[in-house]
T-cell receptor, first 109, second 116 residues
Framework: KQEVTQIPAALSVPEGENLVLNCSFT??????LQWFRQDPGKGLTSLLL?????REQTSGRLNASLDKSSGRSTLYIAASQPGDSATYLC????????FGAGTQVVVTP | GAVVSQHPSWVICKSGTSVKIECRSL??????MFWYRQFPKQSLMLMAT?????????EQGVEKDKFLINHASLTLSTLTVTSAHPEDSSFYIC????????????FGPGTRLTVL
């Protein structure tokens, strides 16, 4: 069964610290993996998309890595800010997009 | 970047009525659109996949007669919740991809449905 797991479910860090969010998946035959941000009551904002052939993607303070052999992806957010507070979702595309349950992040000033 | 809109953004209706939600790709042609449902504090669950001009493919456990999906054009898909009940109250989100198939899915802002 194809499943996506995100740990931890919630995370609180002081402003300025680096954030590390983990995503694991059960089937390595993926097309791509995507990280999203969701603010309360809002839709999804795509952050980074990593194709199956890629090892990482970077955008500004965000860096996402992909290790298919171990079934893992990690999202790093450098120098966190209160505006980074949101729920971060990992989703794997196996022909359909399968979402993890998300990690709720709170960055305290 | 590609933009997907949804209308309405929120709707409140009485039990037993039907509600239609529209999903539009504003600046690209969407060969495939997806409908998701998200309950509070939970992740998104795929309900159905719709391809322009053909019948939608529903996920296991999703009632196709209750959740009617129409993808009449390359820029518009509609989800109609028929005979809505309080347990249908949820956040409904659509997404769309273009002709390249496995490329990025662009998500709409979601529609909050509350059934009284």
């Amino acid at each position: 069964k194809q499943e996506v797991t995100q740990i931890p479910a919630a995370l609180s860090v002081p402003e300025g610290e680096n954030l590390v969010l983990n995503c694991s998946f059960t089937d390595s035959a993926i097309y791509n993996l995507q990280w999203f941000r969701q603010d309360p009551g809002k839709g999804l904002t795509s952050l980074l998309l990593i194709q199956s052939s890629q090892r990482e993607q970077t955008s500004g303070r965000l860096n996402a890595s992909l290790d298919k052999s171990s079934g893992r992806s990690t999202l790093y957010i450098a120098a966190s800010q209160p505006g980074d507070s949101a729920t971060y979702l990992c989703a794997v595309f196996w022909g359909k997009l399968q979402f993890g349950a998300g990690t709720q992040v709170v960055v305290t000033p | 970047g590609a933009v997907v809109s949804q209308h309405p953004s929120w709707v409140i209706c009485k039990s037993g009525t039907s509600v239609k939600i529209e999903c539009r790709s504003l600046d690209f042609q969407a060969t495939t659109m997806f409908w998701y449902r998200q309950f509070p504090k939970q992740s998104l669950m795929l309900m159905a996949t719709s391809n322009e001009g053909s019948k939608a493919t529903y996920e296991q456990g999703v009632e196709k007669d209750k959740f009617l999906i129409n993808h009449a054009s390359l820029t518009l898909s509609t989800l109609t919740v028929t005979s809505a009940h309080p347990e249908d109250s949820s956040f409904y989100i659509c997404s769309a991809i273009g002709a390249r198939g496995t490329d990025t899915q662009y998500f709409g802002p979601g529609t909050r449905l509350t059934v009284l």
